[in-house]
C-alpha cells in the first residue's frame, strides 16, 4: 500500500509534501509509515491520497469495537509490539527492520 502526502502540514513535520510513503501497517485506522526521520510513526489517512491499494497477503486484519482497521504483518502484529520498538528493546528493534525489510523485498 502507497500513500502520497496531499501537502506540507505543520503538525507533522517529518513528512514532505508530494512524497510517497510505504504503508507498513494501520492501527485504529491511522497508517503507519517510516517517515522522513525513518521513525515508524501513525498518521491520519486524511492527509494522504492512496497511490497504491494493494496490501501484502499476509497482514493479519483484525477490526476494534467501533469498527476501526488494525492491519499487520505477522511479525509486527503482537500487542505492545510498537511500545517495546519505542523502548528500544532490542529483540523487537530487529524485528521491526527485519519485518520491514522482507515488505519491502515482497513489494518490490
Same mark, same amino acid.
Given at each position: ?19 510517497? %510513503?510505504?504503508?507498513? !501497517?494501520? #492501527? ?5 509509515? +517510516? =517517515?522522513?526521520? /525513518?521513525?515508524?510513526?501513525? $498518521? ?18 483484525? %477490526?476494534?469495537?467501533? !469498527?476501526? #482497521? ?5 511479525? +509486527? =502484529?503482537?500487542? /505492545?509490539?510498537?511500545?517495546? $520498538? ?23
Amino acid at each position: 500500500m502507497i500513500v502520497r502526502l496531499r501537502a506540507s502540514n505543520p503538525d507533522f513535520p517529518a513528512l514532505s509534501e508530494g512524497q510517497d %510513503y510505504f504503508v507498513i !501497517g494501520i #492501527e485504529a485506522d491511522h497508517y503507519r509509515i +517510516l =517517515n522522513d526521520e /525513518g521513525k515508524p510513526y501513525l $498518521y491520519p489517512p486524511a492527509l494522504f491520497d492512496l497511490m497504491d491499494t494493494d496490501r501484502p497477503v499476509d497482514w493479519i486484519t483484525e %477490526y476494534g469495537e467501533d !469498527g476501526e #482497521e488494525y492491519s499487520y504483518p505477522p511479525l +509486527l =502484529n503482537g500487542v /505492545g509490539f510498537f511500545e517495546d $520498538y519505542f523502548d528500544q528493546k532490542p529483540e523487537q528493534v530487529a524485528m521491526f527492520w527485519h519485518a520491514l525489510n522482507l515488505t519491502l523485498a515482497k513489494a518490490a
